[in-house]
T-cell receptor, first 118, second 111 residues
Framework: DTGVSQDPRHKITKRGQNVTFRCDPI?????LYWYRQTLGQGPEFLTY????????KSRLLSDRFSAERPKGSFSTLEIQRTEQGDSAMYLC????????????????FGSGTRLTVV | AQRVTQPEKLLSVFKGAPVELKCNYS??????LFWYVQYSRQRLQLLLR??SRESIKGFTADLNKGETSFHLKKPFAQEEDSAMYYC?????????????FGGGTRLMVKP
């Protein structure tokens, strides 16, 4: 297992086009997270999955954004009708998690997908 | 709502000098605090957690609930410490383990 993989590394798209990103987490991690990071800012939470269930979505995640994790393994994040404001680094992370009382050792992040909307 | 503030965007020190990266938070509950680091051309990775009370690569951080701070310190900076540092908060009983990050501080250690 080589850690969390994200594909593609870079994506340039024209405004109004749809884009889809993929994340492959560490295989034994049951939780998968999507974050967005704009220039000069820290990562901002978008959504997370426990196995195949999407349990939380941020208000940052507009109706144009949709995420799936169909078999509890890899996940996709789709942005429809992209806007210039969507330009950012999209980070995926995975972790083990099974309850609020359990020890938690932090995320393992992927390298991210940098989206540029022109 | 919870918030994490890192007041310095850039901190520049000479090798061997002490380093303190500031982090302040606002949260009404009992938080867990973390420091993440991103070296050049590498992915974001966990540096340390307040509950572990550990020292990693010579860095320590103490949670001060009275001052709502979690500053990262190292007595003698090394050039390889140059990186982006992010402070992050996890809410107590946050079963989802979502993190709220600060804006980050770029540490530059000059020779």
């Amino acid at each position: 297992d080589t850690g969390v993989s994200q594909d593609p590394r870079h994506k340039i798209t024209k405004r109004g086009q749809n884009v889809t990103f993929r994340c492959d987490p560490i295989s034994e991690h049951n939780r998968l997270y999507w974050y967005r990071q704009t220039l000069g800012q820290g990562p901002e939470f978008l959504t997370y999955f426990q196995n195949e269930a999407q349990l939380e979505k941020s208000r940052l995640l507009s109706d144009r954004f949709s995420a799936e994790r169909p078999k509890g393994s890899f996940s996709t994040l789709e942005i429809q009708r992209t806007e210039q404001g969507d330009s950012a680094m999209y980070l995926c992370a995975s972790s083990l998690g099974w309850g609020s009382d359990s020890p938690w050792y932090g995320y393992t992040f992927g390298s991210g997908t940098r989206l540029t909307v022109v | 709502a919870q918030r994490v503030t890192q007041p310095e965007k850039l901190l520049s020190v000479f090798k061997g000098a002490p380093v303190e990266l500031k982090c302040n938070y606002s949260y009404s509950g009992s938080p867990e605090l973390f420091w993440y680091v991103q070296y050049s051309r590498q992915r974001l990775q966990l540096l340390l957690r307040h509950i572990s009370r550990e020292s990693i690569k010579g860095f320590t951080a103490d949670l001060n609930k009275g001052e709502t701070s979690f500053h990262l310190k190292k007595p003698f900076a090394q050039e390889e410490d140059s990186a982006m540092y992010y402070c992050a908060l996890r809410m107590n009983n946050n079963a989802g383990n979502m993190l709220t990050f600060g804006g980050g501080t770029r540490l530059m250690v000059k020779p």
